[in-house]
């Protein structure tokens, strides 16, 4: 009996161990949609750094991982957010539907899309991962990103849900940077701006 306490004692401790990494350190999330194409595709796993943009404010041309709904609660809510999403996940549910987008515009930058090109501060912005046409939608440019806020944009950008139809993003709504595709192994690869 002493044995099997000591074993679920190890398991529960483990298990806690990977849900705080899960929660502050990295995650391993899917790419559920085609708004990232050519440069992550449907079906493939990202490695997410959470706290990175604890160290240091996003850049241009980061791949970041955001929840347009849910800025950080704080460090519990969050970890319980993670033990419940990972259960799902166990359970054979979906966990949460992350958003992967492009840093476009940082705070400050004067932003303009015109003939399906972007301009940054008056400047072309060369974008050699773009699939498809960039449109304006609704919007009005030239836009001035508040402090605070990024400017984001999916690479396939004809299908892309971003700052276009949401607005611009808050710092608290990102939870992390995507620095390598893992997922298949056969395809790693580290993203680049």
Do not use: C
Request: glycine share 8%.
């Amino acid at each position: 009996m002493k044995k099997i306490f000591e074993l679920l004692g190890t398991v529960v401790i483990a298990f806690a161990i990977a849900m705080f990494l899960k929660s502050t350190v990295f995650a391993i999330p899917e790419i559920r949609m085609n708004s990232m194409e050519n440069t992550l595709i449907q079906g493939e796993r990202v490695l997410e750094i959470k706290f990175i943009y604890e160290l240091t404010a996003p850049k241009r041309g980061d791949v970041i991982i955001l929840d347009k709904d849910n800025a950080s609660k704080g460090f519990f809510l969050d970890y319980a957010d993670e033990v419940k999403e990972t259960i799902d996940i166990i359970r054979g549910k979906a966990g949460k539907n992350h958003l992967i987008k492009r840093v476009i515009g940082l705070p400050g930058d004067e932003i303009k899309i015109e003939e399906g090109q972007v301009y940054i501060n008056d400047e072309l912005l060369e974008e050699t991962y773009v699939k498809g046409e960039t449109y304006a939608d609704a919007l009005e440019f030239p836009l001035i990103v508040p402090e605070g806020k990024v400017f984001v944009m999916g690479d396939n950008r004809e299908v892309s849900l971003d700052s276009r139809q949401l607005g611009f993003i808050d710092y608290k709504q990102i939870e992390g940077k995507a620095v390598a595709r893992i997922w298949p192994l056969d395809k790693f690869k580290i993203i680049k701006k």
